[in-house]
C-alpha cells in the first residue's frame, strides 16, 4: 500500500496553547488517534485564567495604533499572505486532521484545499469593502454608514473538520479587523495551533490570534462568558449551543451558532434515480457521516424506493473503511471509541422500533482495524418518523430509509425533526423543484445535489441548527456591527 509521506511526522507532538505569538505551557491533555489508539498530541488542559490571558492579548492588539491603523486594503494583503501560506503547509494541516479525527487523508486534504478558497474569499470582500451614505433625509444632514468590527471574537470549534471550520471563521475575522481567541475541540487542535503560526508569519500582529486548548466546560465557558468578547462564533451540537447561547445572555455577547443537522434526501419518482443513490450515498457516508449536513435520511418515493434501495446498497457495498494513510479508504475511523457506543445505541433503538437492517452494522470485520473505533456504513429500512434513527443525530456512517406517497407526505417527513440545516431534492420536474424547494425548512436546500456549497455562498441553518451565517458577505458582517455616523452642517429647522 502507498503510504503518504505526511503519515512519518513524529508524534506524539506536544502544544501549548498560543497566546500573543508564544507558546504558553499547561498540563497534559492527550490525544489518542482513534484509528490506532496511539499516542499523537499533547495539548494544554487549559483554565479560565489562560482563557482571561489570551482574551487580554487579543484586546489589547485589537486597540493597538497599529491594528487600528490597518487599513482593509490592507488587512487583505495579509490575508493573501495566509492563503499562500496555508497552502504551502496544506498537506501537514491535513494529516493533523486526518490522524486526529480519524478521516482519510485525502478528504481532509479537501479540506484544507476549501480552507483556502475561504482565505482567500475574505481577501476579497476586505478588497471591495464599502459603506452607505444617506443623503435625502434633509437639507444639510448626511449619514455615512459601514461595518465595524465588533472587537475580540471567540470561536468554538468540534472535531469534524477542525482546520476548515476553522477556516470557515477565522479569515472572515480578520478580514473586518477583529481579533480572535479559537477554542479548538480537546480531540483535533493541533490544526488551529498550526494555523495561528501561519497568521503570525503571514505577518498579522502577535496576540492578534490566540488559540487555548482544553475542554469544552472550562475553556469553551470562560470565553463566552468573558466581558471582553464581543462576539462568539459557535459549531457544535444543539446540546451545547443551547449552554453557550444561555451563558450568552447573561453577559450580553452576541453569538452566531452552528448547531447539529438531520438532512433528508427526498427522492420524487420522476428523479434521475442513479444520479439519486450516487447524492445520497456520498451526502450519508462522506467524513464517515460525521457531518452536519450527513444525508441521514432517505425518503423515496414507494413506487421507485426497491430500485432506488438496491441502487444505494451496490455502492455501500463498495465503499472502503480504512485507516487515514490509506489512500484507498472512502471512511476512517470515528472520532473517539465512546462515539462508536453511540452510533451502536442509535441503531439498535431504531431496529427496536421496527427498523430493519439492511447492510452493514456492526465493525468491520479486518484485523488491522481492531485497534479503532470504526463502524461499517450502515443502512436501516423501514424506519418512521418516531423512531430514534429518524429524529435524532447519529454523526456516523448510518442512514435510514423511510418511504412516502406523494410529495406532500415528503416535505412533511422531512420537516418533521427539530433541525433546519439542509435537505435534498431529487427531481426532472423544475416546476415541483421550485414549489417543494421553498416548502423545505432549511438554511440550504439542493436540487440534484447534496453536500455541495461555495466560499461565495454563506452557509447556516434555521430551528434547531442553529442562526447566523458563515462564509460569503454574510460570513464577513457577523463579525462586524453596523454604525453610523451623522453629519448636521445646517441649524436643523423647528
Ligand atoms: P460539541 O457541542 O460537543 O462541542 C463543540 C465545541 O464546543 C467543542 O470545542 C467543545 O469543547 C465546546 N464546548 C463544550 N461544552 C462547552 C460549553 N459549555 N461552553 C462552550 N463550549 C463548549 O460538538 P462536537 O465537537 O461533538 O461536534 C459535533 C457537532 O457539531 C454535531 O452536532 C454537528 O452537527 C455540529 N456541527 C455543526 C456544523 C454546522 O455548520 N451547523 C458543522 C459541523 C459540526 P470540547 O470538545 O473540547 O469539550
Not at 490570534?209 to 468573558?226: F, K
Not at 452510533?343 to 427496536?352: H, K, P, T, Y
Not at 421550485?434 to 455562498?457: H, K, M, Q, Y
Request: net charge negative.
Amino acid at each position: 500500500m502507498t503510504r503518504t509521506i505526511e503519515s512519518d511526522l513524529t508524534t506524539p507532538r506536544t502544544f501549548g496553547h498560543h497566546v500573543a505569538g508564544r507558546s504558553l505551557t499547561g498540563p497534559p491533555l492527550q490525544r489518542f488517534a482513534p484509528a490506532t489508539g496511539v499516542l499523537v498530541a499533547e495539548y494544554a488542559d487549559g483554565s479560565a485564567d489562560d482563557v482571561d490571558a489570551a482574551v487580554r492579548a487579543a484586546y489589547a492588539t485589537f486597540g493597538s495604533t497599529r491594528w487600528q491603523r490597518t487599513s482593509a486594503m490592507a488587512r487583505a494583503e495579509l490575508l493573501d499572505n495566509l492563503a499562500a501560506l496555508v497552502a504551502e503547509h496544506q498537506k501537514k494541516l491535513a494529516w493533523l486532521d486526518a490522524q486526529e479525527v480519524g478521516k482519510p487523508y485525502r478528504f481532509a486534504l479537501g479540506d484544507l484545499q476549501q480552507g483556502v478558497a475561504h482565505v482567500k474569499q475574505a481577501a476579497a470582500i476586505a478588497r471591495t469593502l464599502r459603506g452607505e451614505s444617506f443623503t435625502g433625509i434633509s437639507p444639510g444632514y448626511s449619514v455615512i454608514a459601514d461595518r465595524r468590527p465588533v472587537g475580540v471574537a471567540g470561536l468554538i470549534l468540534p472535531w469534524n473538520f477542525p482546520a476548515l471550520i476553522a477556516l470557515q471563521k477565522l479569515p472572515y475575522a480578520l478580514a473586518a479587523g477583529c481579533a480572535v481567541v479559537i477554542k479548538p475541540s480537546e480531540f483535533t487542535s493541533s490544526s488551529a495551533l498550526e494555523l495561528a503560526r501561519l497568521v503570525d508569519a503571514a505577518g498579522f500582529p502577535p496576540g492578534l490570534v490566540n488559540v487555548v486548548t482544553g475542554t469544552g466546560p472550562v475553556v469553551g465557558s470562560a470565553l463566552v462568558e468573558h466581558p471582553l468578547v464581543r462576539y462568539v462564533s459557535f459549531t457544535g451540537s444543539t446540546a451545547t449551543g443551547r449552554s453557550v447561547l444561555k451563558a450568552a445572555a447573561d453577559s450580553v455577547t452576541r453569538v452566531g451558532v452552528e448547531l447539529g443537522g438531520k438532512t433528508a434526501n427526498v427522492v420524487l419518482a420522476d428523479a434521475d434515480l442513479e444520479a439519486a443513490a450516487e447524492g445520497v450515498v456520498f451526502g450519508a457516508f462522506a467524513n464517515q457521516g460525521e457531518s452536519c449536513v450527513a444525508s441521514s435520511r432517505l425518503l423515496v418515493d414507494r413506487r421507485v424506493a426497491k430500485e432506488v434501495v438496491a441502487a444505494v446498497i451496490k455502492r455501500v457495498g463498495q465503499l472502503k473503511v480504512g485507516l487515514p494513510d490509506d489512500p484507498h479508504s472512502d471512511l476512517g475511523a470515528l472520532i473517539h471509541p465512546h462515539h462508536v457506543e453511540k452510533v451502536v445505541r442509535l441503531v439498535d433503538a431504531g431496529i427496536a422500533a421496527g427498523g430493519e437492517l439492511l447492510h452493514g452494522g456492526g465493525a468491520p470485520g479486518e484485523e488491522h482495524l481492531a485497534a479503532g473505533a470504526f463502524y461499517q456504513p450502515t443502512v436501516v429500512g423501514a424506519v418512521d418518523a418516531e423512531s430514534p434513527l429518524f429524529q435524532e443525530e447519529v454523526f456516523g456512517p448510518v442512514l435510514s430509509v423511510t418511504t412516502f406517497d406523494d410529495a406532500d407526505e415528503a416535505i412533511a417527513l422531512a420537516n418533521n425533526t427539530p433541525y433546519g440545516l439542509a435537505h435534498s431534492l431529487w427531481t426532472r420536474d423544475v416546476e415541483r423543484a421550485f414549489s417543494l424547494s421553498n416548502r423545505l425548512e432549511a438554511g440550504t436546500v439542493w436540487v440534484n445535489t447534496c453536500s455541495d456549497g461555495s466560499p461565495a455562498i454563506p452557509f447556516g441553518g434555521i430551528k434547531g441548527s442553529g442562526f447566523g451565517r458563515e462564509a460569503g458577505p454574510e460570513g464577513f458582517n457577523e463579525f462586524t456591527e453596523y454604525r453610523t455616523v451623522q453629519f448636521r452642517t445646517e441649524r436643523r429647522q423647528n
